[in-house]
T-cell receptor, first 113, second 112 residues
């Protein structure tokens, strides 16, 4: 089947580093995305991994291990505005060539002063 | 600044009424998605279109939901009849080439 797991909530302190983990099970893995969603707003794209390794983009980095079905999002130098939900999503491609995105339920991150 | 737009932003209706939500994807994007988001289920894919053709609607309750794309600038999601369990935020998203999705602001639907 298809499944994505991520922690429901995390709390961290301003200026610290936090790592949000995501594990997945899909039959046609074709990439993993991280999105940020502030309360009452739409999700916005943060990062994309399709090959194993680390992708760095400013304060945010994302890691992927396809053999382990595992990814993490690393946020450095946390700021109050980073308080949001972080959604892990997998692109699952079928034999027909069609694909769909499967989202986790999100990790709600609270940054404390 | 290209954006996905959705109307209405909020909708309150009574059970049994028809609800129509509209989405204008980013110009040039060839794939349009409809999602539903609730606290319990998170973000669920309802249906999506590529080049206006429906590719997957397996996530959609077929008896009451329908999705169409009458032209490249408009996608619609209709619920008839609506039920209280349909209360959720409905997002439209678009992209080009299977990469990152751009989400609209959502329609917050409340069915009483």
């Amino acid at each position: 089947g298809q499944n994505i797991d991520q922690p429901t909530e995390m709390t961290a302190t301003e200026g610290a580093i936090v790592q949000i983990n995501c594990t997945y099970q899909t039959s046609g893995f074709n990439g993993l995305f991280w999105y940020q969603q502030h309360a009452g707003e739409a999700p916005t794209f943060l990062s994309y991994n399709v090959l194993d390794g680390l992708e760095e983009k400013g304060r945010f980095s994302s890691f992927l291990s396809r053999s382990k079905g595992y990814s993490y999002l690393l946020l450095k130098e946390l700021q109050m505005k980073d308080s949001a939900s972080y959604l892990c999503a997998v692109k699952d491609t079928r034999a027909s060539g069609t694909y769909k995105y499967i989202f986790g339920t999100g990790t709600r991150l609270k940054v404390l002063a | 600044d290209a954006r996905v737009t959705q109307t209405p932003r909020h909708k309150v209706t009574e059970m049994g009424q028809e609800v129509t939500m509209r989405c204008q994807p980013i110009l040039g994007h060839n794939t349009v998605f409809w999602y539903r988001q609730t606290m319990m289920q998170g973000l669920e894919l309802l249906a999506y279109f590529r080049n206006r053709a429906p590719l997957d609607d397996s996530g959609m309750p077929k008896d009451r939901f329908s999705a169409e794309m009458p032209d490249a600038t408009l996608a619609t999601l209709k619920i008839q009849p609506s039920e209280p369990r349909d209360s959720a935020v409905y997002f439209c998203a678009s992209n080009l080439g299977g990469w990152e999705q751009y989400f609209g602001p959502g329609t917050r639907l409340t069915v009483t």
